[in-house]
């Protein structure tokens, strides 16, 4: 049967209201301050098959709009009324990407048969394992990201499976709060499954379906058509990580974007190898998975918002997950810290689908703004006091429609500050600056955001300062159209003293009382020639701040007198600095620290690499990763060919040098 | 004896309801708003309520008013050229409020411009800590030089915003008085004088929204007085206030912050009267009018407060009777999407060129263009008058979506209202959740000039079991405004572990507000009669980031009764979240004292009863769920208390109309509250 439009938009109200309200139910009666704070948790309905047809929008994370509960739901071999199943095993499925994400489901019935799950997961403040929280980018093995449930039901025909219920319990280090959380998540099922039963008594069953099916269509219908106004082609585009392990080396993310139509595939093949820390993504290889899939609704939406968001927009895009790599890791990859991989993939997707429309899409958002925390003593009360502080994020890059937000937005949009004022009541500690870095937005006809930065000073001895997914210290963020890339993040102790340390892409820090900490995100990329700017808009940030008069000078060719722009020698200046500088090649600008780095990793060497380890055993690549970049490292740039072959001669002499590689190579 | 006259001015009408002493009898009177100049619809109306009802401005012994000149100065963004005063090293606290975005899925989404942009924003050298104590002084010459900038800009006004001044005020009251002395051509406003709570983006935003419209207000409030003066009304006007309760228009000069709010807060005020009367313990009020249509939860006669309520593009953090927004009204205009899916709304006709019907140049659909369609409004036997409307132009408007939906005329109308009532039942159910409410079991109270001809639709969607049209539900936010108390909130960040060891320090705090109190509404509002006092306390566990505003009995402050105050705030958790933990560590963030004075209220006549069926003036078709119906008409004037009919029928009245859809039965309540109630 299919259903009129006038009665599935009527539906569609409906199975929103049943998600959101059990997303509001969720965040109401969730114990830990966590769930509160970050809003890390989902709710949703879907199909009997596990494909999501409805999600909250209010509330919760943006990351699960295509999720499909399908592999977790057939690997409970029954269900009766009343089960609710969980899991938080990242390997078994791939639903839940990690640990410390509880997902449950519950199935729907209606005379004996099921029409729908209710669904969602929140993330447990910690689940056990090596470290509090569970989550440490030192972490190799998912063994050590606390302990694993397999698909298994927690609730039996109404009655709580306490058995299983004690075994999780005995294993985290704050059992209350993950046993009140998951109370919570139950109250959500049983909101959502009321409302399911209140939908088929007001629609009847068939109208359900008819309209459960009609939605997933709808959602497919509206991705098409907004896919149908991007030209075809293929799209090459990569970035990188800063460091593959700490002190180690880039890691590379690649994507081939193939447009054909009303569909696309994502080719992710060239990306690096799994790695041997937290930030692999477990997607299993499924080709719609909703990790990669983040990023290419985040397009689709932001292109068309009045795009209805299910598992139905994900049907037009397939991905391509080569086995053993960071997109696609393979058992017992430590996959923790994918947060920190997952944004800059859906930078990578951002930057794909920009060369396909960059009169409609903007440059890249910042990314590499730290999750902080202070862990220290109050002097006052002593005791041990742990918060997290900031959020110290970027802002979102240029775009055709205007300069990129400041300090937050795209897709860190969903992040919220702490006040200053609650920090220092909280933490011992003395915050000297939280603001807007100055220039830290790349320049463009469409400037990117600015940063945000913080300058602390601890009060407290053993005062542990702990900064998770920080990044793009190296590798800035990408301008597009001659926008130029955003400022570096940092992280400096002590800055203006003689004991000023850079601490580059460090996490963990031990400082003591009068000690300063200089912290600041990316800035995001520019949009659009920089000459090009509007004189007026220029003046307008000197005026407040964000740009200063050098860089108005150098970036943007603008001569600010103090009662104005000065007409007359900001045109000369344009025109000297269009003479001057060099001709920009290509579509985007990455920045010096990356060009530099990519006269040496030259594409072509870079795609040898991932040919040759792609012919390499899983659990060797990221050892013979590290020697091939050694050996690179070790050579004389000016010697390189760049073509492929600089590579192809560094594996051989590592192969040359361990002959157990080359045993298992040969097997 | 006299009369007693509330006026709340709206987007397109300004509403009157005048109460005569003598004979206890209501009136109502809708004008049409001039917001070109604000204050002149007040003496229309004044002129009007003589004219018709024959209430002479020398009767008038007690007004309240609520207006939107405060609110609409936020939108049309035309308050003074303010300046920010903020600790050095924190000035972009208004460039990047809390970060968040309003659309998370949205990469383009962002924030609106500041009212005071980075530019107007000025460093001041010092720095308060936490516990109000002084780590850097103040160096004056930076507030000179604060002066200068504020001169090179052109500012016309000071707010002054430092870190920690809610704890300790002083830094920010020695700026003022630099600013007073040196450029006494500058407003000045102080964040710990407007709301002195923790949370610097908060207490900036809601001083900044305060001191950027305090100028026009105070002007129209003044105006609005000599105005009122010369017409020879003798009482002075009182204000409502976004608390739901109403101070003096000489204090509303000096805290226009509180009177932002006002006409929504003093319509849920109205709302609850009615709920005190119907006696229903949980109900919801549903105000919808031409551009807007809200809620608010009403529990026990007492409507909910919250913070953070929105001006225009702004968040407010000052206590606030809290309405959200479930759509745009009945000017919410249907279109058909490429897919030929029908959505109604978020864009909206407005007021104008309004629905289509109105014959104002509107030429899309509305929801009110619908209502037309299917009989419910502007069929000539109604005899609705307020605004003439071309039935045709509904049609024709209407006939444009049809066709691209491949229905008739009718059954595209009442698809509209169909969807329209979805769309309300979305932003419904996510209220209901975020509080924990089962909606069946909540009373609707429907009013604003298009709440009664849909409450039926919406209470079916939510399966109410039961509609309370007020008396006079057109003009409910100016009678709300006639019932309000005198009513002032008071707050200090305290920050405390409840324990032993607090209690001075809470003692003391809540000496000073008493004192504070007493002395706003003593000396300043010139109040003599009984006063009460509300203690409160805004609690939370040790860890948790938000606060319960818990209710205390000042008794237990006295007396030390720690586990009384603990007690009260792990039933306040477990009553919002459904858990508490007895044993967790409890804090205490803030301490409010709420002031509250009560004029003597409005005696109203009874109403009459009647054991006789009620007449229908005439009977017309309607159209909805798919058929044809027969509804009888009936004026509200003509009802009598016990009357009772079944639906589907037409209430009409001046200021608005009811349906009475098939399966509700409609009652007349002793107090002349119409209730219509669900079967089945």
Not at chain 1, 352 to 360: E, H, I, N, S, T
Request: net charge negative; hydrophobic share 40%.
């Amino acid at each position: 049967m299919a259903i009129d439009k006038v009665t599935l938009e009527i539906l569609k109200n409906h199975c929103r209201a049943a998600a959101e309200s059990m997303a509001f139910t969720l965040y109401r009666t969730a114990h830990s301050t966590f769930v509160k704070e970050t809003e890390d948790f989902t709710t949703g309905l879907t199909t009997p098959e596990g494909e999501t047809f409805a999600t909250p929008v209010e509330l919760g994370a943006t990351w699960f709009v295509g999720l499909n509960y399908g592999t977790v739901i057939r690997m409970i071999d029954h269900y009766d009324e009343g089960d609710i199943c969980m899991t938080n095993d990242p390997y078994s499925g791939h639903v839940c990407t990690h640990s410390p994400d509880m997902h449950i489901w519950k199935p729907v019935f209606h005379e004996g048969e099921i029409v729908c799950f209710v669904v969602g997961h929140i993330h447990n403040t910690d689940v056990g394992g090596a470290v509090p929280a569970s989550i440490s980018r030192t972490l190799s093995e998912v063994h050590q990201e606390g302990i694993r449930i397999p698909p298994a039901k927690v609730v039996k025909k109404g009655a709580f499976n306490h058995e299983l219920i004690d075994v999780m319990l005995a294993n985290v280090r704050m059992p209350e709060q993950n046993w009140g959380d998951l109370k919570a998540q139950i109250a959500a099922m049983n909101t959502g499954e009321r409302r399911v039963h209140e939908m088929i008594a007001k629609f009847g069953v068939e109208t359900f379906k008819a309209g459960v099916a009609g939605l997933l269509d709808y959602a497919e219908q509206q991705a098409r058509s907004i896919m149908a106004t991007l030209p075809d082609g293929d799209y090459f585009f990569d970035d990188y990580l800063d460091e593959d392990a700490a002190g180690g080396f880039p890691c590379r993310i690649a994507l081939t974007l193939k447009i054909r139509g009303e569909t696309c595939v994502l080719d992710f093949t060239g990306s690096d190898p799994q790695i041997e820390s937290s930030v692999n993504m477990p997607t299993g290889g499924q080709p719609r998975h909703a990790l990669l899939m983040v990023g290419f609704v985040y397009i689709l939406y932001s292109l068309d918002p009045t795009l209805f968001l299910n598992s139905g927009v994900c049907r037009v895009a397939e991905s391509i997950l080569p086995e053993g790599t960071i997109v696609n890791p393979v058992f017992p990859a430590a996959v923790g810290l994918r947060t920190l991989s997952v944004q800059r993939l859906q930078g990578v997707i951002f930057g794909a689908f920009a060369q396909a429309a960059p009169d409609r899409l903007p440059s890249s958002p910042a990314s590499g703004g730290p999750i902080m925390n202070v862990n220290t003593i109050d002097n006052r009360t002593g005791r041990r006091v742990m918060a997290a502080i900031g959020a110290i994020s970027g802002g979102a890059g240029g775009s055709p429609r205007g300069d990129g937000t400041e300090g937050s937005g795209a897709n860190a949009s969903f992040l919220k500050n702490t006040p200053v004022e609650i920090n220092e009541a909280e933490v011992p500690f003395k915050i000297l600056r939280y603001g807007l870095c100055q220039d830290s937005g790349g320049a463009g006809k469409y400037r990117g955001g600015n940063a945000l930065e913080m300058i602390f000073q601890a009060h407290a001895p053993n005062t542990r300062v702990t900064a998770r997914n920080r990044d793009r210290t190296r590798f800035s963020s990408w301008g597009i159209l001659g926008g130029k890339a955003g400022s570096h993040s940092k992280f400096v102790l002590n800055p203006g003293s003689n004991r000023e340390e850079n601490l580059g892409n460090v996490d963990i820090l031990t400082i003591g009382p009068g000690d300063v900490v200089h912290i600041a995100s990316g800035g995001s990329g520019g949009w659009g020639d920089p000459l090009e700017r509007d004189p007026a808009a220029v003046l307008w940030d000197v005026r407040r701040g964000f740009v200063s008069t050098k860089a108005a000078e150098q970036s943007y060719g603008v001569v600010l007198t103090p009662g104005g722009v000065d007409e007359a020698a900001t045109a000369r200046l344009r025109a000297d600095l269009a003479r001057e500088r060099p001709k920009q090649e290509g579509f985007f600008d990455y920045g010096a620290n990356r060009l530099a780095y990519e006269k040496i990793w030259t594409r072509a060497n870079y795609d040898a690499l991932t040919e040759l380890l792609a012919a390499t055993p899983v659990h060797w690549r990221f050892f013979v990763k590290h020697r091939v970049f050694e050996a690179i490292d070790a050579l004389d740039p000016v010697t390189l060919a760049g073509d492929g072959s600089d590579v192809r001669a560094a594996f051989d002499g590592v192969v040359e040098r361990f002959p157990q590689l080359r045993a298992a190579l040969a097997a | 004896m006299g009369y007693r006259v509330g006026v709340d001015i709206g987007g397109t009408f300004t509403d009157f309801c005048a109460f005569d002493e003598d004979s206890g009898a209501l009136h109502t009177l809708k004008v049409f708003s001039t917001p070109q100049t604000p204050g002149q619809e007040v003496i229309a109306g004044i002129t009007g309520l003589a004219e018709r009802y024959g209430v002479t401005p020398q009767q008038v012994t007690y007004f309240t008013h609520g207006t939107t000149v405060g609110v609409n100065t936020v939108i049309q963004r035309r308050g003074i050229t303010l300046c920010l005063f903020t600790t050095r090293g924190f000035e972009d606290v208004l460039e990047v409020a809390r970060l968040k975005m309003p659309d998370p899925y949205d990469l383009f989404s962002g924030r609106p411009e500041p009212l005071v942009t980075r530019d107007r924003v000025f460093s001041i050298d010092e720095r308060m800590l936490f516990d109000g104590s002084v780590d850097t002084p103040l160096d004056e010459a930076s507030v000179d030089a604060a002066i200068e900038g504020v001169r090179a800009v052109g500012g016309e006004g000071v707010v002054v915003a430092l870190l920690h001044a809610y704890r300790n005020p002083t830094h920010e009251q020695r700026v003022a008085e630099i600013i007073k002395a040196k450029a006494p051509e500058l407003t000045v406003t102080c964040a710990s004088e407007v709301w002195p709570v923790i949370r610097e983006y908060e207490r900036t935003v809601t001083a900044v929204v305060a001191g950027y419209v305090q100028g026009r207000v105070a002007h129209y409030l003044d105006s609005l007085q000599k105005a009122l003066a010369s017409a020879g009304v003798p009482a002075e006007p009182m204000i409502t206030k976004s608390n739901g309760g109403v101070m003096t228009a000489e204090i509303g000069k000096q805290e226009c912050a509180q009177m932002l709010l006002s006409g929504t807060a003093s319509g849920v005020i109205g709302a609850a009267s009615v709920a005190m009367e119907t006696g229903a313990r949980a109900a919801m009020s549903l105000d919808i009018g031409g551009t807007s249509a809200d809620v608010a939860i009403i529990r026990d006669g007492t409507p909910q407060y919250g913070i953070g309520e929105v001006i225009g593009e702004f968040p407010i953090y000052i206590p606030t009777v809290s309405v959200t927004s479930i759509g745009e009204g009945g000017g919410s205009i249907a279109w058909v999407d490429p897919h030929g899916v029908l959505k109604v709304g978020p864009e909206s006709a407005g007021s104008t060129p309004g629905p289509a019907c109105y014959d104002r140049g509107g030429e899309r659909p509305a929801i009110t263009d619908a209502f037309v369609v299917c009989g419910f409004l502007g069929q000539a036997a109604l005899g609705y008058s307020a605004v003439s409307m071309r039935t045709d132009l509904s049609e024709t408007a209407m006939a444009t979506v049809a066709e691209k939906i491949g229905k008739s005329v009718q059954d595209t109308a009442e698809a509209v209202i169909r969807v329209a009532t979805s769309g309300m039942y979305l932003e419904v159910s996510k209220l209901v959740s975020r509080h924990g409410i089962d909606p069946r079991e909540l009373s609707l109270i429907a009013f604003g000039g298009a709440g009664p001809m849909m409450a039926c639709f919406l209470a079916r969607e939510l399966g109410m079991r039961e509609v309370v049209i007020p008396r006079v539900p057109g003009v409910l936010s100016a009678f709300g405004g006639l019932i309000a108390d005198i009513k002032n909130d008071f707050i200090r960040t305290v920050y405390l572990d409840l324990e032993t060891g607090s209690l001075e320090e809470m003692r003391a705090v809540y000496a000073d507000l008493r004192e504070a109190a007493i002395a706003w509404i003593r000396d300043e509002h010139g109040y003599e009669g009984a006063v009460t006092l509300l203690h409160s306390a805004d609690m939370r566990y040790r860890g948790q980031s938000y606060e319960i505003e818990t209710p205390l009995d000042a008794e237990w402050i006295d007396s030390g009764d720690l586990n009384a105050m603990a007690g009260a705030f792990h039933a306040a958790h477990e009553r919002i979240y459904e858990h508490a933990d007895a044993d967790a560590p409890v804090q205490i963030i803030n301490l409010r004292l709420v002031v509250v004075g009560t004029p003597p209220k409005p005696k109203f006549a009874p109403v009459e009863t009647s054991d006789a069926a009620p007449v229908a003036t005439a009977s017309v078709p309607v159209f909805y769920d798919g058929a044809t119906h027969t509804a009888a008409v009936y004026a509200r004037g003509d009802l009598y208390a016990g009357q009772s009919f079944p639906g589907p029928a037409i209430v009409t009245q001046d200021d608005c109309t009811t349906c009475v859809l098939g399966g509700f039965t409609a009652t007349v309540d002793p107090s002349g509250n119409l209730i219509l109630s669900r079967e089945g």
